[in-house]
């Protein structure tokens, strides 16, 4: 497992810009966008910040991680990804300019037995328009890696946005915890 967290960090280390920005984190270029349907907006860095890094811009992450939770099914608080983001379980991506971190992304690796893929687990912010061209870049991260697809656990709308992407199954869920007591 150790050996395997290696590989899929050494990927995410050795991306195509990786000259070394302020938070320890490696730059996407930006690619033309594939299967969206956002017009290019102002221009903007979008990276993966460094697991040992995370804790020197959480205070700005976290709000809006925050407001993605609001979707979620309870499965995770918001302060439970800090140490999923640290010890390399999770990787966080931030997108911003000079105004600062104006949007964020969650992935993780899942490996099934017969396929790996790239989940994104929360995305929030502002300015779609802006990341949403950086996607193919996050594509060429997952598959130096060997992942051979994508997952998203999100909302319908989503499929209005990411084009390319089909819904291959719908998750189901029912909270019993009322039957605990």
């Known amino acids: 497992m150790s050996h395997q967290k ?6 995410l280390d050795t991306q195509q810009d990786t000259e070394p920005q302020a938070h320890g984190e490696q730059r996407l270029e930006q690619t033309e966008s594939t299967g969206t349907t956002e017009q290019p907006g102002q221009p903007c860095n979008v990276a993966l910040v ?9 205070e700005e992450v976290y709000p ?21 983001i640290e010890n390399g379980d999770m990787q966080l991506w931030i997108a911003e300019d ?4 104006f949007a964020m992304m969650l992935t993780e690796f899942v490996k099934y037995p017969r396929k790996k893929v790239m989940r994104i687990v929360s995305i929030g912010g502002e300015g779609m328009n802006r ?3 950086y996607f193919p870049a996050l594509e060429a991260a997952a598959l130096s890696v060997g992942c051979t697809g994508f997952e998203i656990f999100g909302r319908k709308g989503w499929l209005r946005v990411l084009k390319d992407w089909k819904c291959s199954y719908h998750v189901l869920t029912k909270d019993i915890k009322h039957r605990l007591q």
Do not use: H, P
């Not at 460094?50 to 959480?58: E, G, L, P």
């Not at 809006?64 to 999923?84: I, N, P, R, S």
């Not at 000079?98 to 971190?101: C, L």
């Open 6 to 11: 290696n590989q899929e960090q050494g990927i």
């Open 64 to 84: 809006l991680l925050e407001k993605a939770q609001v979707y979620a099914a309870g499965e995770l608080d918001t302060q439970d990804f800090f140490a999923m």
């Open 98 to 101: 000079d105004n600062g971190i």
């Open 131 to 133: 990341w949403m061209r």
């Open 50 to 58: 460094a697991a040992d890094k995370v804790a020197s811009i959480w």
